[in-house]
């Protein structure tokens, strides 16, 4: 997760990284989620200002100008501040048109809101926060419906889940879009990072090693032939996979691609970014099955 970046602690399930909102500190009770960095990689206050919401804005994502595929990345209080904008600034470089859905955003959440998009992504959640508190957040926008985004993969669309999405990605509570569940890793026997704080976590992708920024993150346990398990932590468990959902593809990963430097640089870990970024960019090609530009 991170000081907003996403996870499942215990039988709970937690979602970690980062600071906890004081506005959730009431609800959480003992957490851990992916989140966003001290520094704040939020949106600033120009933006802030600048973004009304519009109940109007549900009836279907509006083609890009120039052509290019569209991404809808949540963004509210069931993410970290920075966690969005880290998932943004990965897709806009793989070449998407990226815009936010939330409850502040003017795309909102509706019958047809995510019609028209090629990916939705659900990105890290809150330090401290819990899988199940994430979930209720989510449940309380007045547009959101589960079935909403299980019909638009089933329907043919993509979903990506990041660290906390990971974890929404499985069952009880989740949107039930993997062949399987995922787990807490820093709670599976042999995990090399055993608590909630930022770490590096080495992973074998494609066979090959990597570090990866990590902070309470999920792993998965997949079934199926078309379960397609991309890297693995050094104690085997999944640690990112694409899988089919009725027409559509989910893809999740544990670890953060999409973490920028600053996010490393904040904890004093050495900057994997250029790593993460082509790891990322792997993982959103295989999603929806096209070649990386690079």
Known sequence: ????????????????????AVALAA??????????????????????????????AT?????DPDGRPVALVYRGPAACEGCPEAAHDLLEH????????????EVRFGPDALSGAALYVQPGGTNGQEVSTAWRLLQRDPGFSPEL??????GGGHYLGLCMGGYLAGHDPGYGLLPGDSGQYIGSRGATVTDEQDHLVDVS????PRRMYFQDGPYFDVEGPDARVLARYTNDRA????????SGRVAVTGP???????????????????TGLALGEDLVHTLVGTEPKS
């Open 59 to 63: 009836g279907g994502v509006a083609p």
């Open 94 to 105: 793989d070449g998407y048109a990226v815009r936010y859905i939330g409850p502040e955003e």
């Open 149 to 154: 985004v299980r019909a638009y993969v089933r």
């Open 205 to 208: 992708w494609r066979g090959q």
């Open 27 to 56: 609800v959480v009770l003992a957490a851990s989620a992916c989140g966003a960095p001290p520094s704040g990689a939020g949106p600033d206050s120009a933006d802030l200002a600048g973004r009304a919401p519009r109940a109007d």
């Open 239 to 246: 640690a990112a996979v694409v899988a089919p959902y009725g």
């Open 256 to 274: 953060h691609p999409e973490a920028p430097a600053d996010w490393y640089r904040d904890y004093g870990l050495p900057d994997e970014s250029p």
């Open 1 to 20: 997760m991170r000081a907003g970046r996403g996870g499942r602690a215990g039988a709970a399930g937690r979602a970690g990284r980062g600071a906890v």
